[in-house]
C-alpha cells in the first residue's frame, strides 16, 4: 500500500487571514499590546485534500458553565501540501487548529492538531 493511498479522507484547509486593527473604539489602549484577532475566510484555500487523521488522546476541562473537551488529533498530509501553523481544517464534521507542521525526513507532513469542543 502507497502512502497516497493511505489518505483516504477529504478535508477543507483555511490560512488564516490577519485582520487589521482599528485604531479607533479601544478605549484609550495603545493598539500595539492588543492581539492580533483570529480570522478565516469562508471559503477553503485548499478544497477536498487527501489527508489521514487519528486522535492521539483528550482531556476534560472542568468549568463553569459547562466542561470543555480538549482533543489533540495527527493529520498526515501530502509532502507538497501548504499547511501552515494555525490553519483550520474541516474534515468529516471535525474542525482542527494545526500547530507546526513537520516533515520527517521530507516525504509526507504530519501535523498536531487541537480540536474543543463545549460539552
Known amino acids: 500500500m502507497s502512502y497516497s493511498q493511505m489518505l483516504d479522507k477529504k478535508c477543507d484547509i483555511f490560512h488564516l487571514a490577519g485582520k487589521?486593527?482599528?485604531?479607533?473604539?479601544?478605549?484609550?489602549?495603545?493598539?500595539s499590546n492588543l492581539p492580533d484577532e483570529v480570522e478565516y475566510s469562508d471559503t477553503p484555500d485548499l478544497k477536498a485534500i487527501d489527508c489521514?487523521?487519528?486522535?492521539?488522546?483528550?482531556?476534560?476541562?472542568?468549568?463553569?458553565?459547562?466542561?470543555?473537551?480538549?482533543?489533540?488529533?495527527?493529520?498526515?498530509?501530502?509532502?507538497?501540501?501548504?499547511?501552515?501553523?494555525?490553519?483550520?481544517?474541516?474534515?468529516?464534521g471535525y474542525v482542527f487548529i494545526l500547530q507546526e507542521p513537520i516533515?520527517?525526513?521530507?516525504?509526507?507532513?504530519?501535523?498536531?492538531?487541537f480540536r474543543k469542543v463545549i460539552l
Open 103 to 113: 516533515s520527517p525526513k521530507n516525504h509526507h507532513i504530519e501535523v498536531e492538531a
Open 52 to 92: 489521514y487523521y487519528m486522535k492521539k488522546s483528550e482531556s476534560i476541562v472542568q468549568g463553569e458553565p459547562q466542561n470543555i473537551l480538549i482533543q489533540s488529533w495527527l493529520l498526515h498530509f501530502n509532502k507538497n501540501i501548504d499547511v501552515r501553523r494555525l490553519d483550520k481544517v474541516i474534515a468529516d
Open 20 to 31: 487589521e486593527k482599528q485604531e479607533e473604539g479601544n478605549f484609550g489602549i495603545n493598539i
